[in-house]
């Protein structure tokens, strides 16, 4: 279970989103949290089937935004491992130093008297001295550019660029320290993509075909598996890359454009990257642990309706309590419009791409989604703690307390009393013969209480 899981925060994160829910899907439908709904133990193995197949896709419809689209997905082959791959560098080159007359905002009056031997007499004047304060400006030309980049196994060479862009401005300073290095490659950011591809079927549509196989031996529960462990994993590993990039990002505006500091005020719009964390947050997210109450299970679901993401959903023969195939896809067009309306406005608020543009559109966008895409990435960690955690409840529910070890202890001692002697504590006197003990011989346990552990023992006398 993840060791972050709060069940009852995402109880109500997701008892929220139902307000959502319910207004994207028919106004008969009624989903609820999969707790608050009686189902079969199957039926959880088909809701991390669900929940899974839906982080897929919605993974994938935030990445078609970066590049990686239909056509990139049917051109990668499957049988190599697939990376993708973030690369940055800036540069810094010195251009001038100037010095600029700045008005302190003071003056001050002085009376001239001028001489004069006519008939007036001498004359006064008065005037008026502004006082200027004379600042030095270091002026410096800072280029960075970025790419978003996919490859096959160690193939370098052939790498795909997804999205990429190069930008340049004007750093001005009150310093003559340099204040970035001239040239700075920083550390590629990469993740694997392996798993990801492993799970989109390219026939005959690109269609994600997560599923926990049952019959393996190594599958437990519905969240201890190997499948579903692996889902986890990946689920990290992208949130760790979102988050790498979002630094990257937010130091083009604390390290390049929070030290442009011009000896006079420059008006400026006001941009900054903070903006598109809110609207990542307001995405709507479709990765929910839902389920449908028998009736409406049974309900008709109509044709079956367009879907707008990169992958769409596999046919299911399940008769079990999880939303239907039209439903998930209600959800998910859901989650391609309200990206969309998020990605308008970051146009709308944001200078388009330009050479001279150091933050611009393709920043703000990429840094909404390695936003947005962690959000997806924690409610899908959460779900599964979540199957987890529901099915321990009902478990501790069903046999009336919370078993520990100490309950299995008392539980063997009172089964091998009936099978056979009862055991004795292994504690025994050291003696001599005729002689008062000197010692005490035992074995207890590891825990706080060390008491002795019970075992058979046979008295075996001097020879």
Known sequence: MSSSYENLAFQRKVNDALEAVERVLAIEKKPLIAGEVEHTYGSKYEL???????????????????GLDADVLKAIDDSTPTTLCFDASTTCKFLEKKVVDVP????????????????????????????????????????????????????????????????????????????????????????????????????????????????????????????????IDFADHLKGWCGSVSVFMSKLEL?????????????????????????????????????????????ADGAEIEHKSVLRLQSSNSEGFVLSPNDITKLLNEHVNSMAAALAKVEKSFPPDAEDNIVAVSEATLSLLTVHLPHLCN???????????????????????????????????????????????????????????????????SDDEHKCIHTHTRVVANS
Not at 217 to 225: A, C, E, S, V, Y
Not at 258 to 275: C, D, G, T
Not at 386 to 394: L, R, T
Request: aromatic content about 6%.
């Open 48 to 66: 991390v089937n669900s929940v899974s197949n839906v982080a897929i896709i919605a993974y994938m419809n935030a990445l078609e935004k970066i």
């Open 104 to 231: 302190m905002g003071r003056s001050y009056e002085e009376t001239v008297e001028t001489k004069s031997t006519g008939i007036l007499g001498n004359s006064k004047t008065k005037r008026v001295s502004k006082v200027v304060q004379h600042i030095e400006e270091w002026h410096y030309k800072v280029e960075t550019s970025w790419c978003v980049s996919i490859y096959s196994a160690a193939d370098l060479a052939r790498k795909r660029v997804l999205k990429s862009r190069a930008g340049s401005t004007t750093l001005i300073t009150q310093s003559k320290e340099m204040p970035l290095p001239e040239h700075k490659d920083h550390e590629p950011i990469e993740l694997s993509l392996t798993w990801l591809m492993q799970q989109i079927d390219k026939t005959p549509q690109l269609t994600s075909n997560f599923r926990v196989n049952v019959e393996e031996n190594k599958t437990k529960t519905p969240r201890r598996n190997e499948a579903t462990q692996n889902a």
């Open 255 to 299: 390290d390049i454009l929070h030290r442009h500091n011009p000896a006079k005020n420059e008006p400026k719009a006001k941009i900054s990257l903070r903006k598109t964390c809110n609207l990542g947050e307001k995405v709507f997210n479709p990765v929910l642990p839902l389920m449908e109450e028998g009736e409406d299970v049974q309900k």
């Open 379 to 445: 409610n899908f960690l959460d779900s599964m703690a979540y199957v987890e955690n529901m099915m321990e409840e009902q478990l501790t529910a069903a046999i009336g307390k919370r078993i520990t070890a100490d309950d299995l202890d008392t539980f063997v001692k009172f089964h091998n009393a009936r099978l056979c002697q009862v055991p004795q504590p292994f504690s025994h006197a050291v003696r001599r013969p005729e002689h008062t003990p000197v010692g005490l011989v035992s074995i207890e346990s």
